[in-house]
């Protein structure tokens, strides 16, 4: 069946850049997200890409994707402590409008003063 | 800015009882879902709703799960005799229409079944 990996940990400085990866197997994907969860709270979605884009930025993100090796990858440029949370990489597994998402474990940032 | 709201936010139950989750989706949205993470595990599909059916389930989403949309704005999750492994957070989401945004989430409701 489908599935999305991500590494759990990254620890960075405050200002550093963060890149959080994600590796995924369902090759009829269509669109790849980026959620955070910060303590307590909710999925909060960050960004997306489409699967026929290979990059995508938006203020301090950038999205890339190399659909042959199926690798998604997120950089938080000068990362600050507030980004400290965890953050999944999710897919859909279907095109559709049902839109179901296939999740990664999450990779927990730590943003170190 | 909307959101989805979920009660409670925690609820403690023991292992038999029924319990129901309640989702407020935002007021536009089309698609209803229901999602959950047991702790250090990865977050697993439940189910969608769209147009009042199921439009799909995941094999989680077994006879003692149900879903109902009873009133046009309440999304609920029911488990009728519950587990201890049924202890998890449970997360509802809703979506518009063939958006590419990807859903809306609530905060989640953790459930401990003791």
């Known amino acids: 069946g489908e599935d999305v990996e991500q590494s759990l940990f990254l620890s960075v400085r405050e200002g550093d850049s963060s890149v959080i990866n994600c590796t995924y197997t369902?090759?009829?994907?269509?669109?790849l997200y980026w959620y955070k969860q910060e303590p307590g709270a909710g999925l909060q979605l960050l960004t997306y890409i489409f699967s026929n884009m290979d990059m995508k930025q938006d203020q301090r993100l950038t999205v890339l994707l190399n659909k042959k090796d199926k690798h998604l990858s997120l950089r938080i440029a000068d990362t600050q402590t507030g980004d400290s949370a965890i953050y999944f990489c999710a897919e859909t597994s279907n095109a559709g409008n049902n839109r179901k998402l296939i999740w990664g474990l999450g990779t927990s940032l730590a943003v170190n003063p | 800015e909307p959101e989805v709201t979920q009660t409670p936010s925690h609820q403690v139950t023991q292992m038999g009882q029924e319990v129901i989750l309640r989702c407020v989706p935002i007021s536009n949205h089309l698609y209803f879902y229901w999602y959950r993470q047991i702790l250090g595990q990865k977050v697993e599909f439940l189910v969608s709703f769209y147009n009042n059916e199921i439009s799909e389930k995941s094999e989680i989403f077994d006879d003692q799960f149900s879903v109902e949309r009873p009133d046009g704005s309440n999304f609920t999750l029911k488990i009728r005799s519950t587990k201890l492994e049924d202890s998890a957070m449970y997360f509802c989401?809703?979506?518009?229409?063939?958006?590419?945004?990807?859903?809306?989430f609530g905060s989640g409701t953790r459930l401990t079944v003791v």
């Open positions: 989401a809703s979506m518009m229409t063939g958006s590419p945004y990807g859903y809306t």
């Open positions: 369902d090759s009829s994907s269509t669109y």
